[in-house]
């Protein structure tokens, strides 16, 4: 200390005292992000919101004042709710289905040695390589009524099935769309494990569906909360697949907004139901995320 | 009949053989440790003890017991991993309950034994803390607790102080034998570190490229190591490339660039080629032309308990250990005279592996 005190001593005069400077560095460094976020992010999400709160015409398609008309609709109306219910409900089950199929699928890649190893994560990577709606036409193709499947399903003798515009097949397409979301962050966190913990519980007698449920799950718990708070976000906010295989009648919050935008022109109906989806995903989210990671944060850090 | 018995266990990966026909017996409460340099194998084999690697051949029995092809988990060893590998989302007191979970022991009985064990490793007022909320020594204690508590017949240590720093180190060395003492288990320790393993052990197993190259109490191995590479992996060692010159039935004088050196190995032949190894404490130096063999102070190096020298001579660069007495020690660049009782000699056949770049073969 004492010998670095000279030092400074001869620059110090002009200048103001290191203490009251403002230190310039982390504004610099963290101003380009900053920026770009604020203009590519914010800046439209202010004015959607700012837009939300504008009456409309449909007469002359005008726009402009204040309302909140547009929210209380949304709000009262049964044909949102069940919009936004059906949304949720959709995203909780692609999500609980992405848990379920992603996490052993994890555990196994991570089981596996290099040559395939790399072979199955590329091949559970592959599918983002191909657009969204360029796979859901590969579904609806698959599944409509002269497809494959029920072309199979004749053949059976089962008959012909309504496969096509169900909820059941927008679940089984995102979660087709959302696995790789999901089996990643648990793959980084069992990257992380030490694999002798494993060990250890083997040696003590634990059986092998013991020592994943007792010691390996527990551990990997941060990464399943992720890959699921993706996941979720999502396909709750997901367009192209209920679009394309939801149909018309099928609607998911995403495919009111674009209706509301594209076919009514009512730009502040669909800022509101924007508004209020971002609102809701964030509400779930983070107590989801509250719920989980108060289980584990003392214990893991 | 031996508690733990090793017979001719092989393990081959690919054309690769990670250990070559080993064999090993245990006595029951006996406390035995594989040595070698990372590679020798040493890991592998416990890790077949252990049920984790399958033996290519060979057969391993416990208490008369084939195990050989027995499951992990059905074997009931208590193992202390290198990395501990305790479970992070448990508490100490979880961590050690464990094994008598998996055991199917019932909970009142659960209780006290864990708290025994915790007490054992004096551990106890920190039974409800998080693995992460510890040090390393504490760490450890809690796997050696986890290990014990189960009562295993065998419990077995893969490089247990490693992680640890050095004063830590070697207080845990003794806990760890006092607390074996004190609970008999009969224990198979893998390590690097020779000070580690001649300090605790009742024997020492030294493994080289997957074979066993010896097995003996600590201070014969390093009295009398049976191979170079024993001698110069096991502490501090001269080794010194000489022929022999004359031989009788009682001993031997052997040449050392000119110098003649007596032995007392018996059964050598004029001309035969060995090398010669004295360890650094049993050179005493004298003063200058007397003695054996003279020579200058390169360097010298102040240990606290202990004075090292390097001494320039006639046979190349010889290291010397004197215990610091007190005395005034020998100036760098002075001359001084060499002596040793020939008893202190070990002769190795053959001409030495390597270059004789002893002052540099600092092991250990």
Same mark, same amino acid.
């Given at each position: ?83 936004? !219910? ?62 494959? $499947? ?15 515009? +169900? ?44 020592? /994943? ?5 527990? =551990? ?34 995403? +495919? @009111? ?32 995320? %509250? ?11 | ?42 890991? +592998? ?36 991993? =290198? ?6 989302? #448990? ?64 419990? !077995? ?11 830590? %180190? ?16 009969? +224990?198979?320790? @893998? ?15 030294? #493994? ?5 190259? =010896?097995?003996? =109490?600590?201070?014969? /191995? ?7 590479? /024993? ?79 390097? /001494? ?34 070990? $002769? ?17």
């Amino acid at each position: 200390m004492s010998a670095a005190l000279p030092e400074t001593a001869p620059a110090a005069p002009g200048d103001e005292t290191p203490e009251r400077r403002f230190p310039t560095a982390p504004l610099f460094l963290s101003g380009p992000a900053a920026l770009l976020f604020a203009a590519l992010v914010l800046t439209p999400l202010f004015l959607t919101a700012l837009l939300s709160f504008n009456q409309f015409d449909y007469a002359t398609g005008r726009t402009g004042g204040f309302t909140l008309e547009h929210y209380l609709s949304v709000v009262t109306d049964e044909y949102y709710l069940e919009i936004f !219910l059906r949304t949720f409900r959709i995203s909780a089950l692609a999500t609980a289905i992405c848990v379920v199929i992603g996490v052993p699928e994890a555990y196994i890649l991570s089981r596996m040695t290099n040559p395939w190893r790399s072979i199955f994560l590329l091949v559970i990577l592959a599918p983002l390589l191909v657009s969204v709606v360029v796979r859901a036409f590969g579904w609806s193709m698959l599944l409509g009524p002269e497809g494959p $499947v029920n072309g199979a399903l004749i053949a059976l003798g089962i008959g012909r099935m309504k496969l096509l515009y +169900t909820e059941g097949t927008v679940v089984v397409a995102l979660v087709h769309v959302m696995l790789p979301f999901m089996v990643i962050p648990v793959w980084t966190s069992l990257q992380k494990l030490d694999p002798a913990v494993e060990q250890a519980a083997l040696s003590f007698g634990a059986s092998r569906a013991t020592a /994943i449920v007792r010691v390996v799950a527990p =551990q990997i718990l941060p990464g399943i909360l992720s890959g699921s708070l993706i996941v979720f976000g999502l396909s709750a906010s997901a367009f192209a697949i209920p679009g394309l295989l939801g149909g018309r009648r099928l609607k998911m919050v995403a +495919t @009111v907004v674009y209706d509301q935008y594209l076919s009514d022109l009512n730009w502040p109906m669909g800022a509101a139901v924007a508004v209020i989806l971002l609102a809701a995903n964030l509400i779930i989210m983070l107590t989801y995320h %509250r719920m989980v990671e108060g289980h584990y944060r003392r214990r893991l850090g | 009949m031996s508690f733990l018995e090793l017979k001719n266990i092989t393990k081959r990966y690919g054309p690769l053989t990670a250990v070559g026909d080993v064999s090993l017996s245990v006595e029951k409460g006996e406390f035995v440790s594989l040595l070698g340099p990372s590679g020798c194998g040493k890991t +592998t084999t416990l890790q077949m003890i252990a049920g984790f690697v399958e033996p290519s051949a060979g057969t391993i029995r416990l208490d008369g017991r084939d195990i050989t092809r027995a499951k992990a988990n059905s074997r009931g060893l208590g193992i202390v991993f =290198q990395s501990y590998a305790l479970f992070p989302h #448990m508490t100490v007191f979880d961590n050690v309950s464990f094994g008598l979970e998996m055991q199917r022991v019932a909970r009142g009985e659960r209780k006290p034994r864990v708290e025994e064990a915790l007490s054992l490793v004096h551990l106890s007022p920190y039974a409800k803390r998080y693995p992460r909320e510890l040090s390393g020594g504490q760490r450890q204690r809690v796997a050696l607790a986890r290990a014990l508590v189960i009562r295993p017949p065998v419990l !077995l240590l893969d490089e247990p102080l490693s992680n640890l720093d050095a004063k830590l %180190r070697e207080a845990m060395q003794f806990e760890l034998r006092e607390i074996q003492r004190k609970v008999g288990t009969t +224990t198979v320790m @893998v390590t690097h570190d020779q000070a580690e393993a001649f300090s605790i052990s009742d024997r020492v197993v030294v #493994m080289e490229a997957g074979r066993i190259t =010896q097995i003996d =109490q600590p201070y014969r /191995i390093y009295e009398h190591p049976e191979t170079e590479f /024993i001698s110069r992996f096991v502490g501090k060692t001269n080794l010194l490339p000489g022929k022999v010159v004359t031989a009788t039935g009682a001993g031997a004088t052997v040449s050392l660039a000119g110098i003649a050196v007596p032995v007392e190995t018996a059964d050598l032949s004029v001309g035969e080629t060995v090398t010669l190894c004295i360890r650094p404490e049993k050179l005493h130096l004298t003063a200058p032309s007397s003695g054996l063999l003279t020579g200058r102070v390169a360097d010298r190096f102040f240990l606290g308990s202990q004075w090292l020298y390097h /001494i320039d001579g006639p046979v190349g660069t010889l290291m010397v250990v004197t215990p610091n007495d007190g005395s005034t020690p020998a100036e760098q660049g002075a001359p001084v005279g060499l002596e040793w009782s020939p008893s202190v000699v070990r $002769v190795h056949r053959g001409a030495m592996a390597e270059a004789p770049d002893v002052a540099l073969e600092v092991t250990g």
